[in-house]
């Protein structure tokens, strides 16, 4: 069981979770970068380059 760093919910992660998967809380909505076995950060968020 993980906590989402950003409202506190738990989360509870499936047991094929990989690090670097990204997952959305089901409470808040924020998407969360997987880290470790239970632990989790908010995931960066992509910028765009305008096609440079």
């Known amino acids: ?7 506190g919910a738990d989360i509870t ?3 094929d979770t990989e690090d670097g998967e990204i997952i959305a809380c089901d409470e808040c909505g924020s998407e969360l970068e997987v880290t470790g076995k239970d632990s989790l950060q908010e995931a960066p968020q992509e910028e765009e380059d305008w096609g440079e």
Do not use: N, S
Request: one cysteine or more; charged letters at 10%; a negative charge.
């Open 13 to 15: 992660l499936a047991a």
């Open 1 to 7: 069981m993980a906590e989402c760093p950003v409202c």
